[in-house]
């Protein structure tokens, strides 16, 4: 491998779910550090904010976002509620950066449709940026944009949706952000649209331990790997490696200053 690159950013990892696939995340945030990389760290289960912040120390260039995913629709009604709760109380309690990840998932279909819209809507009104999980819901989308004002704005993390859904939610003042899986096969129409975004609102993800960009791909994935995406998007947009890095990290610190977190 080359020289490993520093300041990179990597908007959406989950560190406990690497260390659920067994990796140690201390020598990780200890390299990830030393590289300078910065990003947001997200969780899965609505209610594990103080533990990531525990894990993390006091790395303060992680952020944390936390939120009930489209998974939740199939909970109980009291479990549903009692989580909300707790989302409340640690958006007052921590510093949360954004509510995430939260939205639709039609593959999976986790509980109704309406139910997933429901709760979709009922976190992206709690005053913070909006981290959104889409999969196969692109229309769904298109038209709750249509349809509601989302004036804290956010990331579409793991963008993999239609031209359409992209124009729009850049017209709302949303970020797109990439994963590994644009480097896979078959990802030619991913990659035309990459190259023709307003480059000030791209980013960069691993969405780690998914989705491990090619050559990692089949293994257990780190925000480490996403050096490789970088070269990837760098050769795909014609870019020095040196001129992406500075321009993701541009628009990083702006999701961030849009965002007014308090840091302790």
Same mark, same amino acid.
């Given at each position: 491998m080359e020289t490993p690159l520093h300041g990179l950013v990597d908007s959406h990892f989950h560190l406990l779910a690497i260390r659920e696939k067994g990796i140690d995340p201390s020598p990780l945030?200890?390299?990830?550090?030393?590289?300078?990389?910065?990003?947001?760290?997200?969780?899965?289960?609505?209610?594990?904010?103080?533990?990531?912040?525990?894990?993390?120390?006091?790395?303060?260039?992680?952020?944390?976002?936390?939120?009930?995913?489209?998974?939740?629709?199939?909970?109980?009604?009291w479990r549903v509620k009692e989580a909300l709760q707790h989302l409340v109380s640690d958006l007052a309690r921590y510093p949360v950066l954004a509510v995430g990840e939260i939205g639709l998932d039609n593959y999976w279909k986790y509980g109704t449709t309406e139910r997933q819209e429901e709760l979709f809507l009922t976190q992206a009104d709690l005053g913070k940026p909006i981290i959104i999980h889409n999969r196969e819901a692109d229309e769904q989308f298109i038209r709750l944009l249509e349809e509601h004002s989302f004036p804290f704005g956010g990331i579409f993390?793991?963008?993999?949706?239609?031209?359409?859904?992209?124009?729009?939610?850049?017209?709302?003042?949303? #970020? =797109?952000?990439?994963?590994?899986?644009?480097?896979? &096969?078959?990802?030619?129409?991913? $990659?035309?649209? !990459?190259? @023709?975004?307003?480059?000030?609102?791209?980013?960069?993800?691993?969405?780690?331990? #998914? =989705?491990?960009?090619?050559?990692?791909?089949?293994? &257990?994935?780190?925000?480490?790997? $996403?050096?490789? !995406?970088? @070269?990837?998007?760098?050769?795909?947009l014609e870019l020095p490696i040196e001129t992406l890095i500075r321009l993701v990290s541009s628009n990083f610190q702006r999701f961030v200053d849009e965002a007014k977190v308090d840091r302790p």
């Open positions: 945030l200890a390299t990830m550090k030393e590289l300078g990389y910065r990003g947001i760290d997200i969780g899965l289960g609505g209610n594990d904010l103080a533990e990531r912040i525990g894990l993390v120390g006091g790395y303060k260039e992680i952020y944390f976002a936390t939120g009930l995913g489209p998974w939740a629709a199939a909970w109980e009604d993390h793991c963008f993999s949706g239609s031209e359409e859904l992209a124009d729009l939610a850049l017209e709302k003042g949303f #970020y =797109l952000s990439f994963a590994g899986s644009l480097t896979y &096969k078959g990802s030619e129409p991913l $990659i035309a649209l !990459l190259k @023709r975004i307003p480059k000030e609102r791209l980013l960069l993800e691993t969405d780690s331990p #998914y =989705l491990a960009p090619v050559p990692k791909r089949g293994r &257990k994935n780190i925000p480490l790997y $996403i050096e490789y !995406l970088y @070269r990837f998007v760098a050769n795909k």
